[in-house]
């Protein structure tokens, strides 16, 4: 086939909302499921799309269709059921329907909880079995060593460090 | 130096470095509340209950959110140019010191009245005296008078250092071949540690700068006596 009528046919199949390589796959025995038209109206239920384009129930029963008739007149003539009836034909869901929670949020939760912990389990792991010693001037008889000298070079005195030592009684400022 | 898990800036030991702390209150302060409005503005989007949501345009709104942010880099603006300019004024330093970087230490040259000159190398850990502080010391410190104009050379002899001192507000690349000036007031006598800001091989982060500012006698006490070491 010449490139040009290839790309009308890939343009004609596109406009209907069907890949190209679906007539590939069936040609080979695969089973396609049934594509959208994406030019026409679609039904979906969406709280910040209210009233889709078209009804939900599009093909309608006989017993549907003289409802619809009834419907034509006044609703007060309408049972509670009939007006229920006719709200399913027109949606699938109702906004109560839209909003009720699922537990997906356990499941995530669940999962970054695990994931962290398994975490958790390789850096103890690495503590113990990989990183060098600590460096000697990291325990404590250092640590008090160098913060007295610190304090003795005046680190900081406007508002960091030595700003909290009592330089009078010598101890920290309460 | 830094006190360990430090979060904020040293304490301002010269004049610049005070006015780069302001400014710096001043920007994040700025940072902080757009942050917030931003988050609160999120928080409202997915938590309302509204289900029309989608307003396509607003004239109104557009103005403001596009004067207001350039009135805010503005705001940024005035003070960082203030201190730039503030840092580049002609200034009559009262001593002349070549901060030179090798690999990997520095060396310092007091050439003005005297020559003088010496290296300063990072005293390795096992080596340190108790309570001295890790990476950071160095055998030779770089001594100015303290509350007096310095200018530093900075330079390199072999591959990019640069030469920081956080408390002072200094940071210079030392590059080889060329001559970067850079000049400072100690507002009080103290240690102030930096280290090389520039990677320049395996032993870059241990090459610290100590500046020590002192009075003047005590200078010239130093200096006397390292010329006789030499």
């Known amino acids: 086939m010449s490139p040009f009528s290839a790309l009308r046919v890939a343009g004609l199949l596109a406009r209907r909302g069907v890949a190209v390589n679906i007539s590939v796959r069936a040609a080979h025995g695969h089973e396609i499921s049934k594509q959208e038209d994406m030019s026409l109206p679609m039904y979906w239920d969406r709280k910040d799309t209210p009233l889709p384009d078209i009804p939900f129930q599009k093909a309608l029963t006989a017993d549907q269709q003289s409802l619809k008739q009834k419907e034509l007149g006044s609703w007060k003539n309408l049972s509670e059921e009939e007006k229920i009836a006719l709200y399913r034909l027109a949606f699938n869901q109702t906004f109560a329907e839209m909003k009720k929670p699922t537990q997906e949020w356990k499941t995530v939760v669940g999962g970054v909880l695990i994931f962290i912990g398994l975490t958790g389990l390789v850096v103890w792991w690495q ?5 060098p010693p600590q460096p000697h001037t990291l325990k404590e008889d250092w640590l008090a060593a160098q913060a007295k000298r610190m304090i003795d070079m005046r680190i900081n005195p406007v508002e960091g460090f030595s700003s909290s030592w009592d330089y009078e009684k010598n101890q920290w400022k309460k | 130096m830094a006190h360990p898990s430090q979060l904020g800036f040293q304490d301002a030991a010269s004049p610049v470095m005070e006015e780069l702390l302001h400014f710096h209150d001043h920007t994040l302060m700025i940072v902080f509340l757009i942050s917030t ?30 004067v207001l942010p350039a009135v805010i880099l503005i705001l940024i603006a ?24 090798h690999q990997w230490y520095w060396s310092y040259e007091y050439t003005d009245y005297e020559d003088l000159g010496f290296d300063s190398y990072m005293i390795p850990t096992q080596d340190l005296a108790p309570g001295q502080f890790r990476l950071l010391e160095a055998d030779h410190r770089m001594v100015v008078p303290m509350e007096s104009p310095i200018r530093v050379l900075v330079s390199a002899e072999d591959v990019l250092h640069s030469w920081a001192v956080p408390a002072l507000g200094i940071k210079m690349d030392a590059v080889p071949g060329r001559l970067n000036q850079t000049a400072f007031i100690t507002s009080r006598p103290g240690v102030y540690y930096g280290q090389c800001s520039e990677i320049c091989g395996a032993n870059h982060s241990f090459m610290p700068i100590v500046v020590e500012a002192v009075p003047l006698e005590h200078f010239e006490n130093w200096s ?7």
């Open chain 2, 224 to 230: 006397s006596l390292m010329l006789e070491e030499s």
């Open chain 1, 127 to 131: 503590r113990v079995f990989v990183l």
């Open chain 2, 37 to 66: 409005l931003v988050l609160y503005i999120i928080v409202a989007m997915v938590s309302t209950k509204l289900t029309n949501k989608y307003v396509l345009d607003s004239q109104e709104i557009e103005i403001v959110w596009t």
């Open chain 2, 78 to 101: 005035l003070p960082s140019l203030r201190i730039l300019y503030l840092m580049d004024e002609i200034n009559d330093p009262h001593l002349t010191i070549k901060a030179m970087g």
